[in-house]
């Protein structure tokens, strides 16, 4: 956890904007796999974790926002969860390391809600993610469980979230200080012969190793055309590009996101460093753009126009550069967008509403094909922090699809694509904090120029 007055004086923030009525907050329980006791590692609720940090099951804690007091709920520990569980805190003990006023027995949240309800004050929730958590707040709410959520409550903790403090910067730091290792080690275990499984294992040792976990699962796969590919089952063979998008969370469970994109065997072939440096130079541009005030769409719009430039280079793409860019040819090759916010959640407070995060008033999202699954649109501020992934795909399906309807033909050298399909995927991806005048790329450098990532391709782990 942070110091006690972190949490206070965010929730003093959050109490200044919401104005009136108390907030409703809701930690995670533990997620059962299959029956109740075997459950999935503990993660707690990343709201809950940003305003009370204590990362136990079973909390809850209600937030005045007219008196400025803080009510944690929670199971007074029996002797059963010292057995079960190790030596466990007092409730006044957690209410202390949040700095709140009181702490209180779970049993009463529903007495504290009814009498907020009963004094006609608002009572401000949002809809959690996890199912069992949203039948509990059912269960203390009511019907206003389902219709009530404060669109209020959401617009403030997304403001707040979004504006990254100093110790929040430093804390995926330290999470990109683990990955760099898991990257690095990575381009020095991928070799002919080696089973993806073994890597990804190795990748998320490493976490475990440094007190972490992996942010998401771990993505190593000779098959990077599949966006979100989680198996590992493939044996690598000299001449594969593997995609590897992987992550470490920090003790506090800040993310980090990273890919690199690895030639097996060592040096890229050549259509495989023409891809690669499409997706460098991208990256290159958008990053080389991030600052307070420019639009995250234009960047990822320059970024398209960047790779489409590239494809027609190498006599995949053809046409008007700004027309095919307009009507989203670029999408067969790139059909996901430039990045999105990170924090406590690799794609940062999405349960909260993608479009809450990453649009607004002055930039709504735009349902072309590509476009359409860019998460983070809008005004760049100072203090966000956010991933910048460009990526070139061959993805059979589509370009079958796209071929057969004779989709942006005007700008798609189809007969050339299909000479290339088999290559699978690249992304590049880095995080980054928007600064006032600039931004700065977080974390240790990793390997990303074609000779670096060959050359640590080439050295062995040892
Ligand atoms: N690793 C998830 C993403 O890049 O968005
Ligand atoms: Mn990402
Ligand atoms: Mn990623």
Redesign the pocket.
Known sequence: MFDPQTYSQRRQKLAESVGGGVVLLLGHSHSPMNYADNYYPFRQDSTFLYYIGLDQPDLAAVIDTDSGRTTVFGHPPTVDDVIWSGPQRSLNQLAQLTGADLAAPIRSLQRSLDRAKKQVRPVHFFRPCRAATGNWLTALLGPDAEGGVSGELIAAIVAQRLIKEPQEVAEIESALEVTARMHIDAMRLAAPGIVEGVIAGHVESLAIAHGARLA?PCIFTRHGEVLHNHSYHHKLKAGDLVVH?S?ASSRRHYAS?I?RTIPVSGPFNERQRTVYHAVLTALEGAMEQIRPGIRYRDIHLDAARSITCSLQQAGLMKGDLEESVAEGAHGLFFPHGLG?MMGLD??DMENLGEDRVGYDTDTQRVNQFGLRSLRLGKFLESGHVL?V?PGCYFIEALIDQWQQQKRHERFINYAEVRRWCGLGGVRI?ENVVVTPDGHRILGPPIPRSVEDVECACQTELN
């Open positions: 998401y998008d992550g996101d890919t999105h690799v794609h991933t992934e991806e």
